[in-house]
């Protein structure tokens, strides 16, 4: 079993470009969802798609299960997504040992910019970037589930400055 370790923040600006090393497109949509579990497929660079379960109700850190599936299995379970399919592109960046993944959305949530590190154990302190701003681990709205089924693109896209 994988456990999923994670921080999320913030960007507050394109520091971060000039240390991308790879950029990916993804669709994802999520076809299930309980209280502390979820079902999402995702689509990568329209080439590669994975089914992944997530277990747990916190939200720094759950067990995950992500098998590689056909595209076409993909697409077709995208067109039963529930609520909003997420378009971002994913960017990782390594900084200071670390691989850090920002995701910058387009679709619903154009102009949303968030950076995720994983870490191996919860108490793990990665260095934060130059670029990173307001930590929102543990802000429900910042979950691509919420946003997926609960519309906050007014607010996350409007109401939250990405300049803290």
Same mark, same amino acid.
């Given at each position: 079993m994988a456990k999923e370790i !994670? =921080?999320?923040?913030?960007?507050?600006?394109?520091?971060? =470009?000039? !240390?991308?090393v790879s950029a990916s497109t993804f669709i994802q949509a999520y076809v299930a969802t309980q209280e502390d579990r979820s079902l999402r497929v995702r689509l990568i660079d329209d080439k590669r798609a994975t089914l992944t379960i997530k277990i747990g109700r916190q939200l720094i850190s759950r067990d995950e299960f992500e098998?590689?599936?056909p595209v076409e299995d993909a697409r077709e379970l995208i067109g039963s997504a529930l609520g909003i399919v997420l378009e971002k592109t994913r960017h990782e960046v390594e900084h200071e040992g670390f691989t850090w993944e920002v995701d910058v959305y387009a679709g619903a949530y154009e102009g949303l910019v968030v950076a995720e590190v994983e870490m191996e154990h919860e108490d793990?302190?990665?260095p934060l970037p130059s670029w990173v701003g307001q930590e929102?681990?543990?802000? =429900?709205r910042f979950s691509n589930l919420v946003m997926a089924t !609960?519309?906050?693109s007014g607010e996350l896209c409007g109401g939250v400055s990405h300049s803290a």
């Amino acid at each position: 079993m994988a456990k999923e370790i !994670e =921080r999320k923040f913030l960007v507050k600006d394109d520091g971060w =470009r000039a !240390e991308a090393v790879s950029a990916s497109t993804f669709i994802q949509a999520y076809v299930a969802t309980q209280e502390d579990r979820s079902l999402r497929v995702r689509l990568i660079d329209d080439k590669r798609a994975t089914l992944t379960i997530k277990i747990g109700r916190q939200l720094i850190s759950r067990d995950e299960f992500e098998y590689d599936i056909p595209v076409e299995d993909a697409r077709e379970l995208i067109g039963s997504a529930l609520g909003i399919v997420l378009e971002k592109t994913r960017h990782e960046v390594e900084h200071e040992g670390f691989t850090w993944e920002v995701d910058v959305y387009a679709g619903a949530y154009e102009g949303l910019v968030v950076a995720e590190v994983e870490m191996e154990h919860e108490d793990q302190q990665p260095p934060l970037p130059s670029w990173v701003g307001q930590e929102v681990t543990g802000d =429900r709205r910042f979950s691509n589930l919420v946003m997926a089924t !609960e519309d906050l693109s007014g607010e996350l896209c409007g109401g939250v400055s990405h300049s803290a």
